[in-house]
């Protein structure tokens, strides 16, 4: 049986953590406020396995395609009587006239118009001619959240780089650091009044799920254009507080979660505080990352040996992240992109789930986001 298992949360900041498991016990000594500091394992920097594909840097080259709530002007030209506004339903079809619902989601305009056409033909003699203007865009949007002044959700109307869409949620909450930069660019954002500045450090977009290997620090600080990608509908952009000082427990583990760090904590506790580990875990392989995202450094621990008493436990530090594996990953680099991938999906969701609202379908709306 998994030792970690039977640590009680309510007993992870005890002085002493007994484990029992199967044939035999473990003491172990927990780190306190004030104790002598926990050998910490050596870290490596480790470059993530995916880098900056340049053609992120290039407008899209794929044609609009409508979806939910886009709104279409349609008329059949020299007839004005026809003319009406149709907005894309949440199943994706619109209604004109007598025709029925037509299944436009995913079309581009110029399918629109040539569905348009046949169907009209069933009850029009004469080949009719479709004149088909997009006049609300609802449907492609992105997710700006966090140490902006404006966070919400905002529409793309055209090609939108990431720091068009920082501009437009009204820049940094704390904008000093891009100040100097929006001014340079032309881009004049309000001035944040807040004291809490975004950790640009910790900072990351989730585009389908993975996280995009772009340097906030890079961008937003120094200026560097070449961090500056387009973005795609439903990216999500997440700036953190500076402030937060949490560590983060991802992977097999029962109840994955930010943690909040009052004093010391160790791997351990940390681990203990998410409700131990699932069966399947791997506890030989587990993983601290820490430090910048596009920049982090590893340590791979062997937790079976800390509660074994044969090592040490490894005391974290605010912003660490704990992933405990299913299976060994000897790729350090590969092991990285996981670990990353994962902290940004789990991340983004807890982040985007505090930000709705009931009117969060409203374009350009602001959220109210906990940092």
Not at 228 to 238: E, S, T, V
Not at 248 to 265: C, N, R, T
Not at 331 to 344: C, E, G, K, P, Q
């Amino acid at each position: 049986m998994n030792p970690l298992r039977r640590i009680a949360p309510s007993l992870a900041l005890s002085p002493l953590l007994v484990y029992l498991a199967g044939c035999g016990s473990y003491t172990l000594p927990v780190a306190r406020t004030g104790d002598p500091a926990v050998p910490v394992a050596a870290f490596a920097e480790v470059a993530p396995q995916s880098s900056l594909d340049p053609a992120l840097l290039r407008p899209g080259e794929n044609a609009f395609r409508l979806g939910p709530g886009d709104q279409l002007d349609i008329e059949v030209m020299g007839d004005l009587s026809t003319r009406a506004r149709v907005t894309v339903g949440p199943d994706g079809k619109i209604y004109y006239f007598m025709l029925p619902g037509l299944d436009v989601g995913n079309m581009t305009m110029a399918e629109v118009r040539g569905l348009l056409a046949r169907e009209l033909t069933k009850y029009i003699r004469e080949t009719p001619v479709v004149s088909l203007t997009l006049r609300v865009v609802a449907s492609q949007r992105v997710w700006v959240l966090g140490r902006v002044n404006n966070p919400g959700i905002y529409t793309l109307t055209g090609p939108t780089t990431l720091l068009d869409a920082v501009a437009q949620a009204g820049g940094l909450a704390s904008s000093a650091p891009f100040a100097s930069l929006a001014a340079s660019l032309g881009i004049n954002p309000p001035a944040g009044n807040s004291s809490e500045a975004a950790d640009l450090s910790r900072s990351f977009i989730v585009r389908e799920g993975r996280m995009l290997p772009v340097d906030f620090q890079q961008l937003l600080h120094e200026g560097a254009l070449s961090q500056n990608i387009y973005l795609q509908p439903d990216d999500f952009i997440f700036l953190p507080s500076a402030r937060a000082s949490q560590v983060h427990i991802l992977g097999a583990v029962m109840q994955p979660h930010s943690e909040k760090m009052h004093g010391a904590l160790t791997v351990v506790q940390a681990i203990a505080l998410s409700g131990g580990t699932e069966p399947k875990a791997c506890l030989s392989n587990v993983a601290i990352l820490r430090g910048s995202l596009a920049h982090p450094q590893i340590a791979v621990v062997a937790v079976d040996a800390i509660l074994q008493g044969r090592t040490p436990d490894v005391r974290l530090e605010p912003g660490d992240i704990v992933f405990v594996p299913y299976a060994p990953e000897r790729v350090l680099t590969r092991y990285v992109d996981l670990i990353l991938d994962t902290f940004a999906r789990t991340v983004g969701v807890n982040a985007g789930a505090r930000a709705i609202s009931s009117d969060a379908t409203a374009v350009g709306i602001g959220v109210n986001v906990s940092p």
